[in-house]
C-alpha cells in the first residue's frame, strides 16, 4: 500500500495542491485526472523524487518500492541501433552479466564473504524481475500488444506510437511495485492505443496513469483520483460511475444552492423593509428586529455551501473567423506524392470546402504530419489552397508554435493582441487566470500549452484551419470544449486525431491513408470500422443516448427543474450500467 497524508505543495506562482490524502493498494489500476494545469505530473514526480522537493505532509512508501515510468514526452533515440528484442532485454541482461562477473571475481578473490552479498543481492533482484522467465516474458507481453512483428527491427526505426508501446512493456517486465504513466496514450493511433489497453488491463501491480483519453478512462480503471482546485476526491471503481455520482453531488448540491439563495433573497428583502420602517420609526423592538434580523442573514451568508467540487469551470474555446468564403473549394490536392526519407504517400488526391470539417486518420508513421505540414507552407504546386483563405496551423510538436522563452503575454501580444487587459480578458476564456499572463511558456503543462496553441489559433481568425492532434495532452472538459468549437466554426478544417470520440463528435468525413493514398469515408462507414475492431456491438449507440440524457440535465439544472434532473439520472444509471 502506498498512503499520501495531507500533502501540500506551492510554486512561487501559484498553489498547486492543499492537504490532499489519497491511497493507492495491491491491483488497484487508479485514473489520475483533473484539468490541465492542476499539478498532476508534479505530484507524480513527486512520489518519485520526495527529495527534490520542500512539501508538507507525509508519504508513506516502502524505500525498497520499484517504481516504473513513462512520461509523456518520451523521445525516439533514432541512433539506438539495437533491435527490440535487444532493447527489452537489457534490464535481464545487465542483471545476467553481474551475476557472471561476480562468480568470475569468486574464483580469484579472497574478499569471498562481500562477493556473496553481492551475489544474493543479484540473485533477488534477477528473481524480482522473472529472471528465469524473462524471455518469454517478452514475447508474451510483444504478443499481448500486437507487436511480435516488430521483434527483430531496430529501435531507431520504429514510429513514436510504437516506440511509446515497447517503452510501456520495457518498464513492466521490470516488475516494479507501482507502475507510474504520465499520459501514455498521447499520439498513438487506433490500434496502438488498443494495445494500451491491453497491457494495462493485464498488468498486475498497483498503477497509477494520467489520461485523459475517454477510450481508456471508460476500460481501464477501478480507481478514480481527481485533482481539481487545489483539492483531491478518490472513488473506487469504474469512471463512468465516478462521472455519474459527481452529477448526482451536482444536483443535489445545486438544490440546496437554491433553496439556501431563496431563503437569503427573502430575508434580504425583510431586511430592506425592517430598515424603512426604522426610518420613520425609532421604536427600540423595532431596531433589535432590524439587528437579529442582519445577525440571522450573515449566518446564512455564512454558512451557505460552496460551490461544488464537481462545478468544474470548462474553457470558452471559440474559432473566431473575420473573412467567409462562400461554398467553394477551399484547398485542393492534385496527385501529390509525400516523402519523409522514404516514400510515405503516393499519388494523393483530395478536396475541402469551405465549410467542410474533416479528420485525417491512418497508422502512426503514415505521413498525417508531413502532409499537413507540405499543405501549411504551401509552396508545392500539387496542393491549391484558395486566394481568399487564411490558414492557421496548430502543431503536435508545440515548440514548433510556441516559443518557449517567451511569457504567455508576450506570445499573444505577438499573436496581435496589444493590450495587457485585452489579452487578460481574451485568455481568461481558456483556462489562464490570475498572474500567469507573466509565467514562461516552458513552465507550462502540456495541456496549458496545447490550450495556448488554440487560443493564437482562434486570435488568427483564420478560415481555415490545419490541426494537428488537438485534443492531445488537454483533459476531458477542454476535449469537449474543443468540440463544441469545431462544431461551431464557419471555416474549414482538417484535422489529424487519433481521438475517436472527437472525430464521431463533430466531423463531417474522414480521410484515411491506407497502402500509402488516402480515400475518404462516411463518418458512418468510420463508425462501423471502429465498432468491428475496438467496441462492443452497440456500445456507441449507448454512448450517444448517455450523452443526449447529460445534456437533458444540464438544461433542467439551468431552469432548476431538480424534479426532471433527478428522473433524467435515473435513466443515465440505466444507460451505464449497459456501458
Avoid: W
Wanted: with cysteine; aromatic share 8%.
Amino acid at each position: 500500500m502506498i498512503k499520501v497524508n495531507n500533502l501540500s505543495y506551492s510554486f512561487p506562482q501559484k498553489d498547486l495542491f492543499k492537504n490532499i490524502s489519497f491511497t493507492l493498494e495491491d491491483g488497484q489500476h487508479c485514473a489520475f485526472v483533473g484539468t490541465s494545469g492542476s499539478g498532476k505530473s508534479t505530484l507524480i514526480d513527486i512520489l518519485m523524487n520526495p527529495e527534490k522537493y520542500t512539501y508538507d505532509g507525509e508519504i508513506d512508501m516502502e524505500p525498497t518500492c520499484r517504481v516504473g515510468y513513462v512520461s509523456q514526452f518520451s523521445q525516439l533515440d533514432k541512433t539506438k541501433e539495437t533491435t527490440v528484442f535487444e532493447y527489452l532485454l537489457e534490464e535481464f541482461t545487465k542483471v545476467q552479466n553481474e551475476i557472471t562477473s561476480i562468480c568470475t571475481a569468486m574464483e580469484t578473490s579472497s574478499e569471498i564473504d562481500s562477493l556473496l552479498e553481492e551475489y544474493q543481492l543479484a540473485l533477488d533482484v534477477f528473481d524480482s524481475i522473472g529472471g528465469e522467465d524473462f524471455e518469454s516474458n517478452v514475447n508474451k507481453k510483444l504478443n499481448l500488444a500486437n507487436l511480435t512483428k516488430l521483434k527483430h527491427q531496430r529501435v531507431s526505426e520504429l514510429s513514436g506510437g510504437e516506440f511509446k508501446l515497447i517503452q510501456v512493456i520495457k518498464e513492466m517486465l521490470s516488475s516494479p511495485n507501482l507502475m507510474i504513466m504520465d499520459e501514455p496514450e498521447v499520439f498513438l493511433d487506433f490500434d496502438n492505443l488498443n494495445s494500451l489497453r491491453n497491457l494495462i488491463n493485464n498488468h498486475k501491480g498497483i498503477m497509477l496513469i494520467i489520461t485523459h483519453n475517454r477510450y481508456l478512462l471508460n476500460h481501464c480503471f477501478n480507481k478514480i483520483i481527481h485533482l481539481e482546485n487545489m483539492e483531491l476526491q478518490e472513488f473506487n471503481g469504474r469512471y463512468l460511475d465516478y462521472n455519474l455520482t459527481l452529477l448526482q453531488s451536482k444536483i443535489e448540491l445545486q438544490e440546496i444552492t437554491a433553496a439556501e439563495n431563496e431563503e437569503i433573497e427573502r430575508n434580504e428583502d425583510v431586511v430592506i423593509n425592517l430598515r424603512k420602517i426604522a426610518t420613520f420609526n425609532a421604536d427600540a423592538s423595532r431596531g433589535k428586529a432590524l439587528k437579529a434580523r442582519v445577525k440571522y442573514l450573515e449566518r446564512l451568508e455564512a454558512r451557505k455551501i460552496k460551490a461544488p467540487f464537481v462545478d468544474i469551470k470548462q474553457p470558452n474555446i471559440s474559432f473566431d473567423i473575420e473573412d467567409e468564403i462562400e461554398d467553394t473549394v477551399v484547398l485542393k490536392v492534385n496527385s501529390c506524392s509525400i516523402a519523409f526519407d522514404e516514400l510515405l504517400l503516393e499519388n494523393v488526391n483530395f478536396e475541402i470546402k469551405s465549410t467542410d470539417k474533416v479528420a485525417l486518420v491512418g497508422s502512426n508513421g503514415t505521413g498525417k504530419t508531413t502532409l499537413l505540414r507540405e499543405i501549411y507552407k504551401n509552396n508545392n504546386d500539387l496542393i491549391e489552397i484558395n486566394d481568399n483563405a487564411k490558414v492557421a496551423y496548430l502543431s503536435q510538436l508545440q515548440g514548433e508554435r510556441l516559443n518557449e522563452s517567451n511569457t504567455i503575454f508576450e506570445e499573444l501580444f505577438d499573436a496581435g493582441l496589444k493590450t495587457y487587459d485585452d489579452i487578460r480578458s481574451y485568455i481568461s476564456n481558456y483556462g489562464f487566470e490570475g498572474e500567469i499572463l507573466n509565467q514562461k511558456i516552458e513552465e507550462l503543462s502540456g495541456g496549458e500549452k496545447n490550450m495556448l496553441q488554440l487560443a493564437k489559433v482562434s486570435a488568427s481568425k483564420a478560415n481555415l484551419l490545419l490541426l494537428d492532434e488537438p485534443t492531445s495532452h488537454l483533459d476531458t472538459y477542454s476535449q469537449m470544449a474543443l468540440e463544441k468549437a469545431i462544431q461551431n466554426y464557419k471555416g474549414a478544417i482538417l484535422m489529424i486525431s487519433h481521438d475517436f470520440y472527437t472525430i464521431a463528435n463533430c466531423m463531417d468525413y474522414v480521410l484515411i491513408i491506407e497502402d500509402k493514398t488516402i480515400r475518404q469515408i462516411s463518418i458512418r462507414k468510420f463508425r462501423k470500422m471502429i465498432y468491428a475492431s475496438y467496441f462492443d456491438k452497440d456500445y456507441l449507440e449507448i454512448e450517444q443516448k448517455k450523452k443526449l440524457v447529460e445534456t437533458k440535465i444540464e438544461l433542467a439544472l439551468k431552469d432548476n427543474n431538480f424534479v426532471r434532473a433527478n428522473k433524467l439520472c435515473l435513466e443515465l444509471e440505466d444507460l451505464i450500467k449497459m456501458l
